[in-house]
């Protein structure tokens, strides 16, 4: 599925995801977005994902802010 993302850039242009507009079913995050690497989540960027069932994180994530998966369930699973 297509999904809008939300993000901020940091001072070197690499981007930080702060939200997206469908958070259902399986979710991979993007590596890149509008040409910028993607290179960390924000704080609570993602805090209701119960409708989440499987989060894929990509190579290029190195940074996680806290509480960036909130409601993500133990049932649900995470890949990296």
Known sequence: ADRTWSYTLDKSGNATLVGVDDAT???????????????AVGEKSFQ????????RIPDSVTS???????????????KI
Do not use: R
């Open 64 to 78: 996680v802010g806290y509480g960036a998966f909130g409601k993500f369930t133990t049932e649900n699973k995470i």
């Open 25 to 39: 079913g399986a979710m991979t995050l993007p590596s890149s977005l509008d040409g910028h690497t993607v290179t």
């Open 48 to 55: 209701n994902l119960s409708q989440l069932q499987v989060l």
